[in-house]
């Protein structure tokens, strides 16, 4: 079975600082892993995905991850918060061809909070 | 192009009565999934359609069904509801030649009373 972990319910940053949300998975065979954001009362908005190849994908907004293999990590970073990002932020993960099909297992999800 | 639509975007409705929502695929995708959000269990899986067939199905009780038409376009069912059903029901397509990420619409929230 597959599973995802957000270890941090909150994550505060000042704006223009780096921010990090971190995403551990497992899952039998190659991750596809994805993140998303949901805005209150609104649906997930898809950020960026890895599904092979380089370990930092690169995605919407200026966000990026890191793919680490031997951590098992999907971490999401931004070198620079601004206050609008503001929001609910899912890790997720799809199992490889073999493995639950196109389903997306979720983490608890993170809220982020950037003040000025 | 246009997003996922679903309607109705809210919902009342009574302990044991049944509602059926609605979603449209962004155009071209025929790949639709469902997934329930509540406070208490977050984000789970209810079931995935493809060309009118159904090929994942999450761990939610019979009462909970969907179906796909022809036109991508689907639509799930809840029967007999019951107060833990509240929740936000989010539907999300996916084109089917690569891409692998879902898109998903704003979502129905409905309201067992």
């Known amino acids: 079975a597959q599973s995802v972990a957000q270890p941090e319910d909150q994550v505060n940053v000042a704006e223009g600082n780096p921010l990090t949300v971190k995403c551990t998975y497992s899952v039998s065979g190659n991750p596809y892993l994805f993140w998303y954001v949901q805005y209150p009362n609104r649906g997930l908005q898809f950020l960026l995905k890895y599904i092979t190849g380089d370990n930092l994908v690169k995605g919407s907004y200026g966000f990026e991850a890191e793919f680490n293999k031997s951590q098992t990590s999907f971490h999401l970073k931004k070198p620079s918060a601004l206050v609008s990002d503001s929001a609910l932020y899912f890790c997720a993960v799809r199992g490889g061809l073999t493995g639950g099909g196109n389903k997306l297992t979720f983490g608890t999800g993170t809220q982020l909070k950037v003040e000025l | 192009k246009a997003g996922v639509t679903q309607t109705p975007r809210y919902l009342i409705k009574t302990r044991g009565q049944q509602v059926t929502l609605s979603c449209s695929p962004i155009s071209g995708h025929r790949s639709v999934s469902w997934y329930q959000q509540t406070p208490g269990q977050g984000l789970q899986f209810l079931f995935e359609y493809f060309s009118e067939t159904q090929r994942n199905k999450g761990n939610f009780p019979g009462r909970f069904s969907g179906r796909q038409f022809s036109n991508s376009r689907s639509e799930m069912n809840v029967s007999t509801l019951e107060l833990g059903d509240s929740a936000l029901y989010l539907c999300?397509?996916?084109?089917?030649?690569?891409?692998?990420?879902?898109?998903f619409g704003p979502g129905t929230r409905l309201t067992v009373t």
């Open positions: 999300a397509s996916r084109r089917t030649s690569g891409g692998y990420e879902q898109y």
